[in-house]
């Protein structure tokens, strides 16, 4: 039986950077479900198919086939045959993959590829919905969370290190925005599943999440 940790909680709380840090610990595969979302709202952008136009979207997304394959431990996300992984990670498809993963069709697309990988690999799966959807008996649920002004402050270092020019004030809004439209959302919206138990990463530094979050596998 293959073991699954799932970790979700609103953008920018140090979700993927922990999950990574748990993964290569304990010898599992990291996936980054965000990614996927992430890979469809590329497409869309790309092809100028409209959210609001469900055949159009039904339509893209019989064309759309994505996969991810693992290269020196590091998640790749292909699109059609292509490799996206680098493209994906802009602000403006952070915000389009948060609205397009608000729609029934892109999630069912999703769903079954997230949870074959659980059921063929040990993971730590980040996301939105994994503990409470994706994986409801995942071995461990951390619902990983960080106040909204430490997660927009955290994003605008990463941005400046990248030799961008960021707005602090627009990267709050921007996260409060996404947060609300991840939480409100009538499918499967993000929420602290009933067993997960809740990080704040507020004041504790990447090493202590994953130390805490380490400890908690060795209670189990
Ligand atoms: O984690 P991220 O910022 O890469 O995710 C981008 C968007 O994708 C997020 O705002 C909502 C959506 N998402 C989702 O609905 N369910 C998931 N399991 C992961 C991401």
Same mark, same amino acid.
């Given at each position: 039986?293959?073991?699954?940790?799932?970790?979700?909680?609103?953008?920018?709380?140090?979700?993927?950077?922990?999950? #990574?840090?748990?993964?290569?610990?304990?010898?599992?595969?990291?996936?980054?479900?965000?990614?996927?979302?992430?890979?469809?709202?590329?497409?869309?952008?790309?092809?100028?198919?409209?959210?609001?136009?469900?055949?159009?979207? $039904?339509?893209?997304?019989?064309?759309?086939?994505?996969?991810?394959?693992?290269?020196?431990?590091?998640?790749?996300?292909?699109?059609?045959?292509?490799?996206?992984? #680098?493209?994906?990670?802009?602000?403006?498809?952070?915000?389009?993959?948060? #609205?397009?993963?608000?729609?029934?069709?892109?999630?069912? #697309?999703?769903?079954?590829?997230?949870?074959?990988?659980?059921?063929?690999?040990?993971?730590?799966?980040?996301?939105?919905?994994?503990?409470?959807?994706?994986?409801?008996?995942?071995?461990?649920?951390?619902?990983?969370?960080?106040?909204?002004?430490?997660?927009?402050?955290?994003?605008?270092?990463?941005?400046?290190?990248?030799? $961008?020019?960021?707005?602090?004030?627009?990267?709050?809004?921007?996260?409060?925005?996404?947060?609300?439209?991840?939480?409100?959302?009538?499918?499967?919206?993000?929420?602290?599943?009933?067993?997960?138990?809740?990080?704040?990463?507020?004041?504790?530094?990447?090493?202590?999440?994953?130390?805490?979050?380490?400890?908690?596998?060795?209670?189990?």
């Amino acid at each position: 039986m293959s073991y699954s940790i799932a970790i979700d909680g609103p953008a920018g709380a140090g979700k993927s950077t922990i999950a #990574k840090k748990v993964a290569t610990k304990l010898g599992f595969i990291y996936v980054d479900t965000g990614a996927l979302y992430r890979a469809i709202a590329y497409d869309f952008m790309k092809n100028k198919t409209s959210l609001l136009d469900k055949e159009a979207v $039904e339509n893209r997304l019989k064309i759309i086939e994505v996969s991810l394959a693992y290269k020196e431990n590091q998640q790749h996300v292909f699109l059609n045959g292509k490799d996206v992984s #680098k493209e994906i990670r802009q602000e403006k498809i952070g915000n389009v993959a948060s #609205k397009a993963s608000a729609l029934k069709e892109v999630r069912e #697309k999703l769903l079954s590829m997230q949870r074959d990988l659980a059921n063929s690999h040990d993971v730590v799966m980040d996301g939105r919905d994994i503990g409470t959807q994706v994986l409801p008996n995942a071995d461990l649920k951390i619902y990983l969370t960080a106040a909204v002004a430490v997660r927009a402050k955290r994003r605008y270092s990463e941005l400046l290190e990248k030799g $961008e020019t960021p707005d602090l004030a627009v990267i709050e809004a921007d996260i409060k925005e996404r947060d609300l439209r991840d939480m409100s959302r009538e499918i499967a919206p993000l929420k602290q599943a009933q067993d997960a138990i809740l990080v704040d990463s507020s004041n504790a530094s990447i090493e202590e999440v994953v130390a805490q979050i380490i400890s908690f596998v060795k209670e189990k």
